[in-house]
């Protein structure tokens, strides 16, 4: 009999994703066929304090961990899996704990999506799933994203880039700027956040000061976008050099857009699969996700989003999400259940292309034998 993969789920973190990351992460463990894994629980405090054990994720729902075995990763190659941090009367040790064969991120935000601890699983030279630094990184950055997509010719809408400096010192400045270039409603978004974090649809000005003060709690850039009379599609993309795109969906937000508690606590959004749009415009859109899924050099998995103009029938591409909400009822995986995957084979397949692009990394040649 085959040998189990060793697969550690990692979930919590320091981002205000916190929460969704649980959710996402009890739906990725009750997917993994434990015929063919040994599943390690990795759970993420507030604080960024790793932590294992038996039953962690129940453990960290209870708020009850201070039992939990404290846990790193080393960046040292050598020193394969994860270490257990014990404390002795000189300090720290660490100890080896447990072998791992793949990381299964389930960290939503800040320090799990953003490229950080990709970073990390590149030092340590360990397979892990979804997205690399540099995809991982642009897709997180809305602005820079934005950027790339438009040297692409992937169609975004307007925006305007402003700093928590400028709100705290030219407020006044910055409210008229944004003003003259952009009509409302306006959309304020953290720059680096996800799952609607931090995000306010503004009418006015006295709705723009509220919502850039809100978002400037979690970041210190902040976009303002144009909005736009839209629907929400979104289309799921699957595989590393050859992604495959799901059928598209449509989101229908029971509230005035797709807020965070429309998305993890309202279940009177509708999501509408596959979407009522025209088959030209849905494989048009499905083209367009695995071309800006490209331009990033996305691994793994991504949710791309578009705004549908109600008006004109244009579309523009809203965001690359690489670690999008996993849980049984988020668009991801039900994109690809109407796809014909199931959650339990999707798991699989993450799982097998993290090996596969570990496999091709390994045959880069990392010294170059004109040194001296």
Known sequence: MAEKLKVAVLFGGRSGEHAVSLMSARAVLKALDMSKYDVIQIGITHDGVWLSGENV????????????????????????????????????????????????????????EDGTLQGLFEMANTAYVGAGVLGASVGMDKAVFKAVMRANRIPVVDEVLVLRSEIQNQLETLLTRAEQTLSYPLFVKPVN???????????????????????????????????????????SVLGNDQPQASVAGEICPEADFYSYDAKYHDDRSQAIIPAEIPAETAERMRETAVRAYQ??????????DFLLDKESGEFYLNEVNTLPGFTQISMYPKLWAASGMSYS????????????????????????????
């Open 295 to 304: 331009a990033i050099d996305c691994a793994g998995m991504a949710r791309v």
């Open 193 to 235: 956040m996800g799952s609607s974090v931090g995000v306010s649809k503004c009418y006015n000005r006295s709705d723009l000061l509220e919502g850039l003060i809100e978002a400037a709690r979690f970041d210190r850039r902040i976009l303002i976008e144009k909005g736009i009379n839209a629907r929400e599609i979104e289309i």
């Open 345 to 372: 084979d999707l798991c699989d397949r993450l799982i097998e292309l993290a090996l596969a692009r570990r496999a091709e990394r390994d045959q880069n040649q990392w010294h170059y034998e004109g040194e001296r």
């Open 57 to 112: 994720l129940a453990d960290f729902l209870a708020r009850k961990i201070d039992h939990l075995i404290p846990v790193t990763l080393l960046p040292d190659p050598k020193r394969k899996g994860l270490y257990r941090i014990q404390n002795i009367s000189q300090g720290e040790q660490f100890e080896h704990f447990t072998d791992v064969d793949v990381y299964f991120p389930v960290l939503h935000g800040t320090f799990g």
